[in-house]
């Protein structure tokens, strides 16, 4: 069973709520999950402060059982220093 940390959608239009977990690679996104590992909330509060809640430690667990991440996970975990900075997709110039 190949595991994969990605976001779970909560919230409601136009306001959205992220939960990280782990879960199965096919589960769908809003379905079933083995562990929820954190929140994230894209949108700023009045002082301009996305709040990100992280629980390091069973993140890097499931890493190290080889657990792979979705790339808006990864460039979130890399900001936090969880893992090395995630590589920046590079966009195909325009013709």
Not at 32 to 47: H, Q, S
Request: proline share 11%; with cysteine; net charge positive.
């Amino acid at each position: 069973m190949p595991v994969v940390l990605r976001f779970q959608r909560a919230g409601r239009k136009f306001l959205p709520f992220y939960r990280l977990v782990a879960c199965d690679r096919k589960a769908p996104r809003d379905g079933k999950f083995l562990e929820r590992l954190g929140t994230y909330n894209p949108i700023p509060d009045r002082d301009g402060v996305k709040h990100v809640q992280l629980n390091v430690d069973r993140i890097r667990h499931w890493i190290m059982q080889g657990a792979q991440f979705s790339e808006p996970v990864g460039r979130l975990l890399g900001r936090a220093k969880v893992i090395p900075p995630y590589p920046r997709r590079e966009h195909a110039p325009k013709a």
